[in-house]
């Protein structure tokens, strides 16, 4: 679902000239990132809000942006 909604997002953009189709894979999975990180924030606030604890649900919204953005995860370097 998340893919097919990407494709489309990402044909418009090829369509209106924003974006060029031989790059048009890599706007789809840009999409998609940016679309499941959406979902994932709003399934943590609607969570938060259900049980009573938005403000717990946006500080821990806060922080893991905080923490995405200063450690980069582990890239192995190549063997030459």
């Known amino acids: 679902m998340i893919h097919s909604l990407s494709s489309r997002i990402a044909d418009f953009f090829v369509v209106r000239n924003v974006a060029k189709e031989e790059e048009k894979e890599e706007y789809v999975y840009g999409i998609e990132l940016i679309i499941s990180g959406i979902i994932s924030v709003g399934i943590v606030v609607f969570i ?33």
């Open 48 to 80: 938060g809000a259900v049980t009573g604890s938005i403000l717990y649900a946006l500080l821990y919204n806060i922080m893991m942006v905080v923490i995405r953005m200063y450690t980069g995860g582990y890239h192995a370097e190549e063997d030459t």
